[in-house]
């Protein structure tokens, strides 16, 4: 009798327990008030107009100083052409110049170093 009595009063409880606000209830007291928010204005009326990067640009990976190259790591399939010249910037300022002469390993070259410095992290680009 007395099991018969406690999976009655279970069935008459749990659904009570189960109720989908019981989290709504329970959240943690929050003093200040919420933040206003900024409207942004919407874009529809204006265009918005992507254009990929075609520049080609890599990073200075090793310097040889006596041998004046550089060995040069750029993405995968975007290597630049033996003979063509870049320059390399330290810093977002201009310090010197690359002809690539080859050879290529991977996504790696080798520069000689034409004019100026190189250290590495430097940034070649061609433009």
């Known amino acids: 009798m007395r099991c018969w009595l406690?999976?009655?009063l279970l069935g008459v409880l749990a659904p009570g327990c189960a109720h989908k606000e019981f989290g709504a209830l329970h959240q943690p007291f929050n003093p200040l008030p919420p933040?206003?928010?900024?409207?942004?204005p919407s874009l529809s009326n204006q265009q918005v107009v992507l254009t990929p990067e075609t520049g080609l640009s890599g990073?200075?990976?090793?310097?040889?100083?006596?041998?004046?190259?550089v060995v040069l790591n750029f993405r995968l399939g975007?290597?630049?052409?033996?003979?063509?010249?870049?320059n390399v910037y330290?810093?977002?300022l201009k310090v010197g110049e690359v002809k690539i002469s080859g050879p290529q390993l991977e996504d790696?070259?080798?520069?000689?170093?034409?004019s100026g410095s190189a250290q590495v992290g430097d940034e070649v680009r061609d433009q």
Not at 78 to 86: E, G, I, N, S, Y
């Open 78 to 86: 975007h290597l630049p052409a033996v003979d063509q010249r870049l």
């Open 35 to 40: 933040a206003p928010t900024n409207a942004v």
């Open 90 to 92: 330290h810093e977002g």
């Open 59 to 69: 990073k200075v990976v090793k310097v040889n100083t006596g041998g004046r190259f």
């Open 108 to 114: 790696n070259v080798v520069g000689d170093l034409v």
């Open 6 to 8: 406690f999976i009655v």
